[in-house]
């Protein structure tokens, strides 16, 4: 049982930084890989970042190499993501979501957390 809660998101304008946190319950939060996907108006819920559970490996969508930048802390049960660089292509609902690790099996979701780059 982990819930996912993120926080972070809000306007900023184009150029801009933010950095997303996805905070983790549960005492098994270190078992699983854990990834952020982001879904736009009118779009399907994209993979964005994606890093394993010991933190020692991560995945980027083409879209976000290079500006985007995942991190975890297990210490803390807790996930992020600093966004630099915005576009207003950017823009989007984006959740944090656990896998089983090594697995393409997405086990918990968070509410999501809304971002808006205005140009």
């Known amino acids: 049982q982990v819930q996912l809660v993120e926080s972070g998101g809000g306007l900023v304008q184009a150029g801009g930084s933010l950095r997303l946190s996805c905070a983790a319950s549960?005492?098994?939060?270190?078992?699983?890989?854990m990834d952020w996907l982001r879904q736009a108006p009118g779009k399907e819920r994209e993979f964005v970042a994606g890093i394993i559970w010991s933190g020692s490996s991560t995945d980027y969508a083409d879209s976000v190499k290079g500006r985007f930048t995942i991190s975890r802390d297990n210490a803390k049960n807790t996930v992020y993501l600093q966004m630099n660089s915005l576009k207003p292509e950017d823009t989007a609902v984006y959740y944090c979501?656990?896998?089983?690790?090594?697995?393409?099996?997405?086990?918990?979701w968070g509410q999501g957390t809304q971002v808006t780059v205005s140009s």
């Open positions: 549960g005492r098994t939060f270190r078992s699983y890989d």
């Open positions: 979501a656990a896998r089983l690790a090594g697995t393409r099996r997405y086990l918990y």
